[in-house]
């Protein structure tokens, strides 16, 4: 596997692709805004779906029926 050089929020969202990850809801709030970004573009790239939910609690609720 080629190395890369990434920020930290990039990095945790290449994983969780990786490991087959295909929905992601959030809420954008610091310190995760830049992961938020970095997932709404990758997700439909992968045949994800990326939701910016209202609140935190919705974004629970989503990923719980998810």
Known sequence: MAKK???????IGEGAIAAG???Y????????NELIAYMAEKMPQV??????S???LAAISMLYGA
């Open 5 to 11: 050089l990434m920020m930290g929020n990039e990095a």
């Open 21 to 23: 990850c295909r929905f």
């Open 25 to 32: 809801a959030g809420y954008p709030i610091t310190p995760q």
């Open 47 to 52: 045949g994800g779906v990326f939701i910016q």
């Open 54 to 56: 209202e609140s935190e």
